[in-house]
């Protein structure tokens, strides 16, 4: 497997999962008044095990209006109840309707361990 991006063990939920969405040129992209998704799934495949609402992360400079790409997902009880290797992504739809996902050259590694 893969280097994980993030880490985490089963029923875990208080390490949020941060990021700052980029462009192809590593420039952080602004998601004001976006709606953003983040979604994970198994790495073989199959059914998305989360597909919910993450939040503006803004922090610092004095905004909190999206404008430097920086999000965050918090845990559900129920999003990290199996120890697997999953792959993520944040999807973004922009207010005119337009859709990209993040990182859009491949996506995110998740490893979730078991808890003892």
Do not use: C, H
Not at 6 to 14: L, M, R
Not at 34 to 48: D, E, H, I, R, Y
Request: net charge negative; hydrophobic share 40%; charged share 15%.
């Amino acid at each position: 497997m893969p280097s994980p991006d993030f880490s985490i063990k089963t029923g875990d939920t208080a390490s949020a999962i941060y990021a700052t969405l980029e462009d192809a040129n590593g420039d952080a992209i602004s998601i004001a008044g976006a709606n953003v998704t983040f979604k994970m799934g198994p790495m073989s495949g199959g059914t998305l095990t989360v597909a919910r609402a993450a939040t503006n992360a803004q922090v610092g400079a004095g905004t909190a209006d999206g404008s430097l790409g920086n999000v965050v997902f918090n845990w559900g009880t129920s999003d990290l109840t199996t120890a697997d290797w999953y792959r993520a992504e944040w999807e973004v739809q922009f207010s005119n309707g337009s859709i990209e996902s993040f990182p859009n050259y491949s996506f995110m590694v998740v490893a979730v361990r078991e808890d003892l």
